[in-house]
């Protein structure tokens, strides 16, 4: 049976696409060579990879207590956590590599910017003033980033804070300094932000909670990555180390103080024994006199008695040094970040596929559209919709189609009847 008339045969479609070949090919090219602008406009990014060792926390009573103190707290049933790290996990060591604490260590890094050829902080270098092709590529290659920044400034954005670098900004309840980072820190750990990460594979856990922990860093230079990278892990290091052995450094300042208040009692009741035997050395030798004797006991079990408590003291920040110094290696790295050979972004090849994709697409949809509007040209009634369609579209038809519409807003707020 013939097709029906409102169906296209594929012969058609066929014919159709090879009279709009030529739209076709300009449209490839065109497109086409816009992603290849773009692609070769666009940095190359290299990302620098490390691999690190999460180590689980030993267990142990009183947290890092020494042993009479956390003995007394075990015999009352009182449970101070164990070891040093009391709610640190293998499993948050990804969230800790990406921390603002950090992130903002790294900021205040100096480091070699190749782009620049200078040595400075990352703060800095985030906050140099633009140059002039910065600023051509921000407002024409960059502009989707920029008008995605700018947006995210207008809706999130407060106001800001012109403070000195660590600066004393307020108190809180407890009378604790705060410290804030200045501005300029801000928005380089928004940067750092978008560079850093931190992962785990799911078939890399390790009995015990442990496992390997990938840090990767990217930016524009393979060398600064690795360098980053470094500097990242060995921040991490340090905020993992004070966050385990917070608990026991604390006991240790404790332990410590008392030792040295127990010395000076020592010495305190020892000058006293010895100024008494000075004062009283030939009335104790020519007899006995029960009231000199009751002092010298009196000072002398004085003495023993700190004595005793200064030895026990001394024991105890010896073991908590060993404890703390037994806490001390808790991330290893198991492979050093190295600057990598390739880039890893953007992938040239695939942006100029993709647009040469695209390009096809919107050739084949214009040729479709134009043959189309061709055929509704033949007769009246398709002359009449084509140019009632162009005539609409035109500015002064928009505008007239809007006061249109708000005419019949109003007169349909006015026939509403009355209650």
């Keep these: ?62 947290g890092g207590l020494p042993g009479g103190i956390g003995g007394i707290a075990q015999g009352f049933g009182v449970n101070l956590g164990g070891g040093g790290s009391v709610g640190l996990t293998p499993g948050s060591y990804p969230e800790i590599a990406t ?40 407002y024409t290659v960059y502009l989707p980033w920029t008008l995605k920044g700018a947006l995210g400034s207008l809706v999130g954005g407060g106001e800001k804070r012109p403070v000195e670098a660590g600066s004393v900004v307020g108190t809180d309840s407890t009378e604790q300094e705060l410290i804030y980072p200045t501005e300029e820190e801000e928005e380089a750990i928004q940067v750092l932000s978008d560079m850093v990460s931190a992962s785990v594979a799911e078939s890399g856990a390790l009995e015990g909670g442990g496992g390997l922990m990938t840090v990767s860093v990217s930016s524009n230079s393979p060398v600064l990555s690795a360098r980053l990278n470094e500097r990242l892990v060995d921040h991490l290091r340090s905020r993992v180390r004070e966050l385990r052995t917070r608990n026991t450094r604390q006991n240790l300042q404790f332990v410590e103080r008392r030792f040295e208040e127990a010395k000076r009692e020592l010495d305190a009741a020892e000058d006293r024994l010895v100024q008494f035997l000075e004062r009283n050395k030939g009335v104790l030798a020519g007899g006995r006199k029960p009231q000199l004797e009751s002092r010298r006991e009196r000072l002398q079990r004085e003495v023993g008695f700190k004595e005793q408590l200064y030895s026990q003291l001394q024991k105890q920040v010896t073991q908590a040094r060993l404890k703390l110094q037994k806490e001390q290696p808790v991330v290893t790295v198991a492979e050093q970040p190295t600057p990598p050979a390739k880039a890893s972004a953007p992938n040239r090849t695939l942006n100029v596929v993709l647009a040469l994709f695209l390009g096809g697409l ?58």
Excluded: C
Aim: glycine share 12%.
């Design 99 to 138: 921390s603002r604490e950090v992130r903002l260590a790294v900021a205040r890094d100096t480091f070699y910017f190749p782009s620049t050829g200078r040595r400075t902080t990352f703060v800095d270098h985030v906050n140099q003033p633009p140059t002039t092709l910065d600023q051509v590529l921000r």
């Design 1 to 62: 049976m013939p097709p029906p008339e409102d169906e296209i045969t594929l012969t058609e479609l066929l014919v159709t696409l090879s009279r709009g070949r030529g739209l076709i090919v300009l449209s490839v090219v065109g497109i086409g060579l816009l992603g290849a602008v773009y692609s070769l406009s666009v940095p190359s990014e290299y990302t620098s990879e490390s691999k690190v060792i999460r180590e689980a926390g030993e267990g142990g009573g009183g």
């Design 362 to 419: 919107f050739g084949v949809g214009g040729t479709l559209l134009r043959s189309a509007i061709r055929s509704q040209e033949g007769g009246e009634e398709g002359k009449k919709q084509i140019q009632e369609i162009r005539e609409a579209w035109k500015p002064s038809g928009i505008i007239s189609g809007v006061r249109e519409e708000l005419g019949n807003e109003r007169k349909s707020e006015d026939v509403l009847p009355e209650r």
